[in-house]
């Protein structure tokens, strides 16, 4: 038991130094806080990063409620939006309706113009064979009493 115990203490040992070589290895990578704390500067530094750890996640904290604040300003301006385009489609799609009502009863006005007309076209086609027709008759009955006086 007291052979196993000493050899952890061994392998602690061996492991500090380890550990102590690389931080010296390294030692500029850091920052002077964590030198500090590395040193063993005391617990005024180690406070201190505690504290500006605390201060770090208060501050992301309040970003991310105003990221989430914008966020939530965004989506009501582009829903705010979307309604307004939509009321505008809306009033658009109202519009075609009464246009294509509109094209509807033009047409038919049209086409019963179209049919009146042809219809007082066929009646004047009509009304001139009547007259041709006349015309011949009274010509012939003119031609007959010249006839007649002869």
Partial sequence: ????????REQNQRL???FRRYQMENFSKYSSVQKAVCQGEGDDTFENLVFDQKQVGEMKLQLESVIKENERSE?????????ELLSQLEMANEKVVENEKLILEHREKANRLQ???SQAE?????ASQQLSVITVQRRKAASLMNLENI
């Fill in 16 to 18: 500090n130094e380890d």
């Fill in 122 to 126: 066929e009646r004047a086609a009509s």
């Fill in 75 to 83: 989506l009501s301006r582009q829903k705010l939006h979307t309604q």
């Fill in 1 to 8: 038991m007291a052979t196993e115990i000493d050899f952890l």
């Fill in 115 to 117: 049919r009146r007309l």
